[in-house]
């Protein structure tokens, strides 16, 4: 049987297929199950097409997470621009969303994920991807109204993912801790964050109105 033979458009519209698919079984099952073979399968194409795309497994899962950003910078605005929210009730239903990814199609790697990751990545492509990383909790915060130098978007980030990826390691990763109170572990979280931005807002207003 002769290989199909791509345009240039038809490619494009199969490695989004990928992305997409990639970060839909992240949020739904994790990588685990998500081997090359189911996604090819997912998406219609043989594995040796998938290495016209991607080197690996792990290539795609990055690319895939740098596809969400915008999805996740859109959605933020989307919220901070909702009238019947407030600013504490728009930026929590985004942390929130966060948390509970898998209920609402946001792919967050676990922590045995994100191992698995970064075992296989080039200190090169670590370092770009920490970058991109930090270029995306940055511009959340400005998209929350805080300052550029208001707090320091690795800080943010870690304290968000650290809220994101405890409750995705409970039970199973940190059988110690209590399941039954991971709900109210990612609500006492969040809203210790939202206290230390609020206070940094409430700063930044004392400071410019006394320039």
């Not at 929130?96 to 922590?111: D, P, R, W």
């Not at 209590?178 to 709900?183: G, S, T, Y």
Request: with cysteine.
């Amino acid at each position: 049987m002769a290989r199909k033979s791509y345009s240039a458009q038809e490619r494009e519209q199969v490695k989004e297929a990928l992305l997409r698919t990639a970060l839909q079984c992240i949020a739904e099952q994790g990588l685990t199950h998500s081997s090359i073979d189911v996604l090819c399968k997912k998406v219609g194409i043989s594995k040796t097409f998938f290495y016209n795309f991607f080197s690996s497994k792990e290539e795609l899962v990055l690319h895939a997470l740098r596809y969400q950003q915008p999805k996740l910078l859109g959605y933020a605005q989307q919220l901070m621009d909702d009238p019947q929210l407030s600013w504490r009730e728009g930026v929590k239903t985004f942390l929130k969303s966060c948390c509970y990814g898998n209920k609402n199609g946001i792919a967050v790697l676990s922590i045995e994920e994100e191992q698995d990751v970064y075992r296989c990545l080039s200190e090169e492509n670590f370092r770009a991807f920490q970058q991109d990383q930090i270029k995306l909790y940055r511009n959340l915060l400005a998209i929350f109204g805080l300052p550029v130098d208001g707090m320091d978007p690795r800080l943010f980030g870690n304290l968000t993912l650290a809220a994101i990826m405890i409750y995705k390691a409970i039970p199973d990763t940190m059988p110690f801790l209590f399941p039954e109170l991971a709900d109210d572990m990612v609500e006492f979280q969040i809203n210790a964050l939202l206290d230390e931005m609020e206070r940094v807002k409430e700063e930044t207003k004392k400071v410019e109105k006394n320039v």
